[in-house]
């Protein structure tokens, strides 16, 4: 059996957009060009600014979007062009949890009627008393009580829904879970335990987790390997300790300096972006971060950098020049102290507090420690 549960060849996702009477007709270059593996039993980050395109990425792994080009495989099977009851099939193995708790939740169905459904989908051979038995054992393993199944969406905090939405996600057994920004609408506390929650699932349920955050403080805690997104296109990949210790592409090193230096980590220089993010309905020419980019040299605007291997534990980088920068910034990646912004530093200072108190906790059940905190979610509201 391969390593490999999921692997993206080549894919693309480009939108038409405009052509009405008053807008031009353009090209959005959302996904362009994305070649990754996900490993069986791994969590796997995509992160990048706001528009890269990751959630399209997403979209795109989980057959929710049909590809414009390229194609994906999902253990060691070409899924690209499943259709009808293969592609329904193929739900059931692959699952998503939404950004939004508050709207991806149908609000006229209850908690119970929102769990039950996906086992009615997949599991339609189980008896009415089986699927409300399921029902609790699901609401239970995410932290909230079988009495929850009767109430609604609204009745709910944020952190909650999250769970509701975990819950129906881990209905139907799914050997691999995609979460687009799963915490990123919670408060900083509230997120620490839904991230705690989701890695202890993932080891109970034997499952693979693929996260997309734009939250560095979310990946360092939560994956084992990164990939960094700029324009539609994957930059740098690596794992997650690679990432943080050396980053190889400017862009990374970017990204990692606007956050401050982790506790166990060496102090850095700072390197600032300079200008706008290009759209992606023009992105430019050669590498697509040299009108941005430091380093960027003559060429950088004509030659197109492939990923290819950037240190010895598979990290790979798209940038022509990452051996001299790499000499030239042995540093490179958060700042030092006083470089440091302060709100991004408390930022990560109350993330790393709360996953320690999480992780002081005495319980290890799962079921024990989630319960305890959704009560503490339900006494804050
Ligand atoms: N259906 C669509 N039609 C046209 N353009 C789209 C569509 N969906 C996404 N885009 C565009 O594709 C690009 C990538 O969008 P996407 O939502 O994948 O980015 P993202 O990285 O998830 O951003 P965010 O962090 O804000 O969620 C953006 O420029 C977006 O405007
Ligand atoms: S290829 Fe050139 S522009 Fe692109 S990241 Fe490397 S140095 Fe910068
Ligand atoms: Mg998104």
């Keep these: 059996m391969s390593d490999v549960i999921l692997r993206a060849t080549g894919l693309r996702k480009h939108f038409r957009t405009g052509g009405g009477m008053f807008a031009r007709q353009s090209t959005v270059r959302a996904v362009d060009g994305v070649t990754l593996d996900v490993r069986r039993g791994e969590t796997f980050a995509i992160v990048g600014e706001s528009g890269c395109g990751k959630s399209t990425l997403a979209r795109l792994l989980m057959r929710l979007l049909e590809p ?7 253990d060691g099977r070409d899924i690209s062009d499943l ?25 006229r169905m209850s908690v119970g009627r929102l769990v039950a459904e996906p086992l009615e989908t997949h599991h339609p051979q189980m008896g009415r008393e089986e699927r409300r038995e399921e029902v609790a054992r699901l609401l239970g393993i995410v932290g909230l009580r079988p009495e929850h ?27 691999l879970v995609i979460g687009d920004e799963p915490v990123s609408a919670l408060d900083v506390s509230v997120q620490a335990q839904v991230v705690n929650l989701l890695h202890d699932l ?48 400017p862009y990374t090193m970017a ?34 971060f040299h009108t941005r980019c430091p380093f960027a040299r003559e060429d950088c605007a004509q030659r197109v ?46 993330y790393e507090a709360a996953i320690d108190r999480l992780n002081d906790r005495p319980e290890t059940a799962v079921n024990a420690g989630a319960n305890d905190m959704t009560q503490q979610e339900e006494d804050r509201r």
């Design 202 to 249: 993932k080891a109970e349920f034997d499952m693979t987790l693929v996260i997309i955050a734009h939250d560095l403080a979310v990946i360092r805690h939560m994956s084992d390997r990164v990939a960094v997104m700029y324009l539609g296109q994957i930059v740098e990949t690596g794992t997650t300790d690679d990432i943080f210790a050396h980053p190889r592409h």
């Design 83 to 107: 259709k009808g009851r293969d592609l329904r099939d193929l739900r059931r193995e692959m699952q998503f949890i939404f950004q939004d708790p508050f709207s991806s939740l149908n609000p």
């Design 68 to 74: 414009t080009d390229g194609r994906i495989d999902f």
């Design 305 to 350: 950098p492939e990923l290819r291997p950037a240190g010895p534990g598979g990290q790979h980088a798209a940038c022509h020049y990452w051996e001299e920068i790499a000499a030239e910034r042995p540093d490179a990646g958060t700042p030092p102290a006083h470089e440091r912004k302060p709100q991004a530093a408390a930022r990560f200072a109350l």
């Design 255 to 288: 990204l990692l300096s606007a956050i401050p230096e982790p506790v166990h980590g060496r102090a850095r220089t700072r390197l600032a972006l300079s200008g706008e993010t290009p759209s992606p309905a023009n992105p430019p020419s050669g590498c697509r």
């Design 149 to 175: 199944a009767d109430r609604y969406p609204h009745e709910f905090s944020g952190g909650q829904r999250q769970r509701i939405g975990i819950a129906r996600a881990l209905a139907s057994r799914p050997r």
